[in-house]
Each structure stands twice: as structure tokens, then as C-alpha cells.
């Protein structure tokens, strides 16, 4: 249980920061991290990954985001930001331009 008030945290530190999700949306980000048994670290990955690409919260980016991150093999933070990068959600590509990247293949 501590494990989701970390994510519960997490959600309501961005409430504070300004950036508003939706009863939905919540719920969402819950039944993804419960579907795909993520550990609330790799849910939170998730969540920033995809508030940063899409500039707003997109389930099924999130999703998919997830899911790419939820294997076993990746153990830390550093790892499943460098997946990520691998498959084109370069954190500079963010900033430069707001195009959505592609997790398909």
C-alpha cells in the first residue's frame, strides 16, 4: 500500500504544480499500473515520459509507454530512460519539438 501513496503523491504534487488531471485520467494511470503490474518507480516514468511528449496526458501513450518499461530486464531509472531514448523519446527531441513519438515497432 505505501507503494501507491508514492504515485498518490506524485499525482497530487503535479495538481499543485498547476497541471490538472481528470478523475478519469487518474483513474487510468491506476488500472494501467495495475494491469501491467509496474512498480509505482516505472508508472511515474511513464506518466513524465508521457505529460513531456504529448504535452498532455494521452492513455494510450501512456500505455504504451508502460508496457515498453514494465519488462523485467529493466531495473532502474537510468535503464528505462535509455529504452526510451533507444525507441526516439530523447528528452532534447521534447523540448525541440512537440511531434509525438511512434512505440509501435
Given at each position: 500500500?505505501?507503494?501507491?501513496?508514492?504515485?498518490?503523491?506524485?499525482?497530487e504534487?503535479?495538481?499543485?504544480?498547476g497541471?490538472?488531471?481528470?478523475?478519469?485520467?487518474?483513474?487510468?494511470?491506476?488500472?494501467?499500473?495495475?494491469?501491467?503490474?509496474?512498480?509505482?518507480?516505472k508508472?511515474?516514468?511513464?506518466?513524465?515520459a508521457?505529460?513531456?511528449?504529448?504535452?498532455?496526458?494521452?492513455?494510450?501513450?501512456?500505455?504504451?509507454?508502460l508496457?515498453?518499461?514494465?519488462?523485467?530486464?529493466?531495473?532502474?531509472?537510468?535503464?528505462?530512460?535509455?529504452?526510451?531514448?533507444?525507441?526516439?523519446?530523447?528528452?532534447?527531441?521534447?523540448?525541440?519539438?512537440?511531434?509525438?513519438?511512434?512505440l509501435?515497432?
Open positions: 500500500m505505501k507503494q501507491q501513496y508514492t504515485l498518490a503523491y506524485f499525482l504534487d503535479l495538481w499543485a504544480k497541471f490538472k488531471l481528470s478523475d478519469e485520467d487518474v483513474r487510468f494511470i491506476y488500472f494501467g499500473m495495475n494491469s501491467t503490474n509496474a512498480a509505482v518507480w508508472v511515474i516514468i511513464a506518466l513524465k508521457t505529460l513531456q511528449f504529448q504535452q498532455t496526458f494521452d492513455g494510450s501513450f501512456y500505455m504504451g509507454v508496457e515498453h518499461i514494465s519488462g523485467e530486464g529493466i531495473n532502474s531509472k537510468r535503464k528505462a530512460w535509455e529504452v526510451l531514448e533507444a525507441k526516439g523519446l530523447s528528452k532534447r527531441k521534447a523540448i525541440s519539438n512537440n511531434k509525438p513519438a511512434d509501435s515497432s
